[in-house]
């Protein structure tokens, strides 16, 4: 009958059975088993969310980060940071302390690599956080694309500037000596200025 597969199963030492449930009652010993349920027993591997947590027993998020705070209190378990590429925080890695088959996590002390991004593990409370990894430089012919792009659009006039007499009505003179065409909007230098006046005292004189 029986076919020696293993079945798939979570080891509750005796001694948290024995002793949980009178320090923190029935809800630290059903987090207490939530959480040791996640323990990956070859890598010591365990790190479940708060409400990952919480959907499991159908309780509060609240309510795990209070027990979770009480076992570590009483050195039942040990968490520890973990923080995603960018240096904000993610789920903790947690550590079992005085419970047998306990497996420290092979990847507390070296970076693991996840979907979300590197994680990084730093003991819960030594107010010691990993320094934020700073952006990769992107690489120099992005760099340059982006440079001639802004150039480009910087000198590139479109065509309503190209074709503007630039009446003088609409010239205005800024200060610093900045003259703008609010006909066509673009910024007209001082050679184009100079022959405009030419061109309006020209004007002048022929009408006089």
Known sequence: MASGAIVPHTRIDNSIIDTLPAQLGIYGLGIFVAI???LNTSTGDCYPSYQAIAKKLHIDRSTVIRYVKKMKALNVISPEW?????GSHTSNQYNFQGTGNSVPSKNIADPVQTDQGTQICV?????????????PEPPEQ??????RTINDVDFMPTEKQRNCPHP?????????GIVVCNHCYSLIDETSKAMQEEEMSSTEIVAA
């Open 82 to 86: 973990r923080f995603k590429e960018d």
């Open 123 to 135: 003991p819960s409370g030594s107010g010691t956080k990993p320094p934020i990894p700073s952006r």
């Open 142 to 147: 992005e760099k340059k694309k982006k440079e």
């Open 36 to 38: 040791k349920r996640y």
């Open 168 to 176: 003088h009505s609409e010239v205005v003179v800024l200060p610093a």
